[in-house]
């Protein structure tokens, strides 16, 4: 249980969440905490989570990941070691990469969230924070899916998906502000 939650606000259309549930595939989330900053509930996580993976897969399945939820310090370490990059990033995804002959797992991998720049980063954007929080969750999950952006036709598929999920929780548009996920 996450103590420092923020008050949450319903969803614009509370049926989402009870449709995405009958249809949703098991998912085990191992919500860590490791900052003192204000973040979603577990349900929240699990709610977001569930619709990236309905959305970004072609049949559902059973699934075990992490978020981790860290201040700028444990982001920027992190960023360094396996990014080469300077500084603390919004979210990370780290892939289960099942080991040769192991038998198939419905492990999926870990996302790192920085709690403070995803704050830092909805209130720049003129965003509130659970829509950010959503789009970072969404954006990282799908990257464990496998989705990308590396080139353009890429970035303006993933985007395309993003969107739509990010909609349905009655969100605005992530794209349509200046700015949107740090991990390119």
């Known amino acids: 249980m996450i103590a420092?939650?923020?008050?949450?606000?319903?969803d614009p259309d509370p049926k989402s969440r009870d449709a995405l549930a009958v249809a949703a595939a098991p998912l085990v989330l191992d919500l860590q905490c490791a900052t003192l900053a204000e973040v979603p509930s577990q349900e929240d996580f699990e709610h977001w989570v569930s619709?990236?993976?309905?959305?970004g897969r072609s049949a559902p399945a059973a699934t075990e990941m992490t978020i981790r939820l860290v201040d700028e310090a444990e982001s920027a370490a992190l960023n360094r070691t396996y990014r080469g990059r300077t500084g603390p990033t919004?979210?990370?995804?780290?892939?289960?990469?099942l080991p040769p002959g192991a038998p198939a797992t419905g492990l999926l991998g870990d996302l790192v969230?920085?709690?403070?720049?995803?704050?830092?980063?909805?209130a720049d954007q003129g965003?509130?924070?659970?829509?950010h929080w959503a789009h970072m969750v969404v954006h990282g999950t799908?990257?464990?899916?496998?989705?990308?952006?590396?080139?353009?036709?890429?970035?303006s598929a993933m985007e395309a998906l993003e969107t739509r999920i990010i909609t349905s929780f009655g969100f605005e548009n992530p794209y349509e502000s200046d700015s949107g996920p740090d991990d390119q």
């Open 51 to 55: 619709a990236a993976l309905a959305a």
């Open 142 to 155: 799908l990257h464990l899916l496998g989705h990308d952006h590396q080139d353009d036709d890429q970035a």
């Open 127 to 131: 965003k509130s924070p659970r829509a």
């Open 4 to 10: 420092n939650s923020m008050s949450t606000e319903p």
């Open 113 to 122: 969230i920085c709690a403070p720049l995803v704050l830092a980063e909805a």
């Open 90 to 97: 919004n979210v990370l995804s780290f892939p289960f990469e």
